[in-house]
């Protein structure tokens, strides 16, 4: 395939994706959790249709299903790609102002609207590749939003391509948008049997040539301490707080299985809320590792270190609960190999050099893998996400655009 002569669509999707606010919210109970993500799902399937894709449709969820039809006589397997369309909470998205920083220097790049947020060269390893590529970046008072919106226009324009070049040929190909990827949720409503997919891959992964196929497994806890209260002015002896006792949990925490702590294949224990007072407080945690039998131990010295503690305290109780969130994608992409090959030789066809990797952390595709569809994560050029200094290069967005093109032609002429 010739990319030399098409005028990429990629950047001017991604500048007017990321100018609509779509963060998530984990504190509410609906789906989508936030109902300007939306906003973006509408502009998304009208889009979808302008380059004649004739059934793309949002559902009540705030999913969007597509399908680019078949143009080979060959039994090609489904595939599809997704992206999310929100936000991260973590960061503001509201009032996201682009900026393009052309053919990039090597120096730190000092954000306009707020000079104290600075991407320093020295601290960001990825800008090295970047020499003389466009960067895009904040104005430096909110997140940019490249998670994932790079993911969901390197797929709009892909699809833009193949509308328009039949010649490249490939099986059926179906593209799917969540919600709520950023508060682990991408995936509770998504219709797998509508999907009609058999492997997928998510646009979700950050430095370019890089394929992802494992994740961490993930598991939620909730502690719940429940203290005895008695009137400050009488207090010796008899008051047993629960917000100290929370304090003392967290103290007691191995200092060496913190986010703060870990690389790598490294397991963590991560407190992520303390709510409550005197009478009642919960704390939340995340736990992760790449080894579900690490997580499980992970998880049974939480609860000996909170038993340690309210040992001390005989008027006190607490109660311990673990939620699953997502395993890790590597035990199901074991299994068919051939996904995560197809997507090796993809990147190789666009003249750079593929690095398969883990993920320290999930994507939807670690919850699609096991719902049936297998799906490793590929590039999509985000960087420093959910912060005020994310970026992500035109150049790689372009190279990713490039890779799914390669990656459905590679799937027809495999079959």
């Known amino acids: 395939m010739m990319f030399s002569n098409y005028n990429f669509t990629?950047?001017?999707?991604?500048?007017?994706?990321a100018k609509i606010d779509t963060q998530s919210d984990p504190n509410s109970s609906t789906c989508p959790s936030t109902e300007k993500q939306k906003n973006l799902s509408k502009v998304l399937?009208?889009?979808?249709?302008?380059i004649g894709i004739k059934d793309a449709e949002l559902d009540e969820h705030g999913y969007i299903y597509a399908t680019i039809p078949s143009n080979t006589n060959k039994n090609v397997p489904v595939i599809c790609f997704c992206s999310h369309v929100d936000t991260s909470p973590d960061c503001t998205g509201t009032n996201v102002n682009p900026v393009i920083n052309k053919n990039y220097n090597g120096c730190?790049?000092?954000l306009p609207n707020d000079k104290t947020q600075i991407i320093k060269f020295a601290e960001h390893e990825a800008l090295k590749e970047q020499i003389g590529n466009d960067i895009i970046t904040t104005d430096g008072t909110t997140l940019l939003g490249a998670d994932n919106k790079a993911g969901l226009a390197e797929?709009?324009?892909a699809a833009?391509?193949?509308?328009?070049h039949p010649e490249v040929k490939h099986g059926k190909i179906r593209i799917l948008f969540t919600p709520d990827e950023e508060i682990g949720r991408g995936a509770d409503k998504a219709d797998m049997k509508k999907l009609g997919a058999e492997f997928g891959y998510t646009m979700d992964g950050e430095t370019l040539?890089?394929?992802?196929?494992e994740t961490f497994s993930a598991d939620a806890v909730s502690i719940i301490i429940n203290g005895f209260p008695t009137h400050p002015g009488f207090?010796?002896?008899?008051?047993?707080?629960?917000?100290?006792?929370?304090?003392?949990?967290?103290?007691?925490?191995?200092?060496?299985?913190?986010?703060?702590?870990?690389?790598?294949?490294?397991?963590?224990?991560h407190p992520t809320a303390i709510n409550g007072g005197l009478e009642q407080v919960e704390i939340k945690f995340i736990i992760r590792s790449f080894d579900n039998a690490i997580l499980k131990t992970l998880e049974e010295e939480l609860e000996n270190i909170t038993k340690k503690v309210l040992a001390n305290y005989n008027k006190c109780s607490y109660q311990f609960k673990v939620t699953e969130q997502y395993r890790n994608m590597k035990n199901v992409l074991d299994k068919c190999q051939h996904v995560v090959d197809y997507a090796v030789e993809a990147v190789k066809r666009t003249g750079v050099k593929p690095v398969l990797s883990s993920i320290r952390g999930g994507t939807?595709?670690?919850?699609?893998?096991?719902?049936?569809?297998?799906?490793?994560?590929?590039?999509?050029?985000?960087?420093?996400?959910h912060s005020k200094q994310e970026w992500v290069s035109v150049q790689d967005m372009q190279k990713a655009t490039e890779t799914i093109i390669h990656l459905v032609n590679i799937w027809e002429e495999k079959s």
């Open 160 to 164: 833009n391509y193949l509308m328009n």
């Open 364 to 385: 939807d595709g670690s919850r699609f893998s096991f719902m049936g569809l297998p799906c490793p994560n590929i590039y999509a050029g985000e960087h420093a996400f």
């Open 155 to 157: 797929i709009m324009d």
């Open 209 to 213: 040539g890089h394929i992802e196929n």
């Open 45 to 50: 399937v009208a889009e979808l249709k302008t």
């Open 10 to 17: 990629v950047t001017e999707r991604f500048i007017r994706y």
């Open 108 to 110: 730190d790049i000092i």
């Open 235 to 269: 207090a010796k002896n008899k008051m047993q707080h629960a917000v100290k006792i929370a304090a003392e949990i967290i103290n007691q925490l191995p200092k060496n299985k913190t986010p703060e702590t870990t690389e790598k294949m490294e397991s963590f224990i």
